[in-house]
């Protein structure tokens, strides 16, 4: 009769040794080498790399000329704070004593840093009369008696209601041209040509410039006075 193997003596199992090392070492899906797997990351498309690129450049430009634009405004706005006056009293005596000089480019009566007498010489040779000089009406026709210079500075003496001279529409082109270039200098303040401010006073000319009314004809009126314009006087202005 046969034993059964548990009434052998023998301590060792069923399994053999070689089986039982081979079954022993045996590894399960979580104990897996490493190495095994080989990262499959997905290279970035060269389309995709170019947008972000031009997206990124696009936000840089955007900033440094929001940052550019807060700046000018800010500079413009001290500087604007910090100009004196453009006044020159309320007489061209008074005017004169306080060191004054009429500009006819401005038409009016201004202190030494509000000209520029240089481009002021020029506009004076820009004209259509004799030598380049400018032709001043009484009334807004040409067979109305001329103004010399000389007395379109001493008409800001007079009532409001005298104190009105006319020319033409080529004049009034030259004028905006040349207080462009000034203002581009440095020198201007709007507020003696009947607006408060820069940008009005170009809007103004654009429109006027493109406006198609013949260059001779006169229909340009203007009040000579004494710089920045008394209580109200903006309003009849224009």
């Known amino acids: 009769m046969m034993n059964s193997p548990s009434s052998s003596g023998s301590s060792e199992p069923f399994?053999?040794?070689p089986s039982k090392a081979e079954y022993s070492e045996v590894r399960t899906s979580d104990e897996e080498d490493p190495n095994l797997f080989v990262s499959q990351t997905r290279p970035k498309s060269r389309l995709r790399t170019i947008f972000s690129w031009i997206s990124k450049t696009i936000i840089i430009v955007l900033a440094l000329h929001s940052l550019i634009?807060?700046?000018i405004s800010a500079?413009?706005?001290i500087r604007e704070a910090a100009l004196p006056a453009c006044y020159c009293g309320t007489s061209t005596a008074e005017a004169l004593a306080m060191g004054c000089k009429y500009d006819s480019l401005a038409t009016s009566w201004l202190p030494p840093h509000c000209r520029d007498d240089e481009?002021?010489?020029?506009?004076e040779?820009?004209?259509?009369?004799?030598?380049?000089?400018?032709l001043y009406h009484a009334a807004n026709t040409s067979a109305s008696r001329l103004y010399s210079l000389e007395e379109m500075a001493y008409l800001a003496d007079r009532p409001d209601a005298e104190r009105q001279a006319w020319s033409t529409i080529d004049w009034h082109n030259m004028h905006c041209f040349y207080t462009l270039v000034k203002q581009m200098r440095g020198r201007a303040k709007m507020e003696y040509t009947g607006f408060p401010d820069a940008?009005?006073?170009?809007?103004?000319c654009a429109v006027a410039m493109t406006d198609g009314i013949p260059r001779n004809k006169?229909?340009?009126g203007m009040s000579p006075g004494f710089g920045d314009p008394r209580l109200g006087e903006?309003?009849?202005m224009g």
Do not use: D, Q
């Not at 481009?119 to 506009?123: C, H, I």
């Not at 040779?125 to 400018?134: F, I």
């Not at 940008?199 to 103004?204: K, P, R």
């Open 15 to 17: 399994i053999p040794k």
């Open 69 to 71: 634009t807060l700046s």
């Open 75 to 77: 500079a413009i706005r």
């Open 119 to 123: 481009l002021t010489a020029l506009f």
């Open 125 to 134: 040779r820009a004209g259509n009369g004799p030598g380049g000089a400018w």
């Open 199 to 204: 940008t009005a006073h170009a809007e103004h």
């Open 218 to 220: 006169i229909v340009i």
């Open 234 to 236: 903006l309003r009849n």
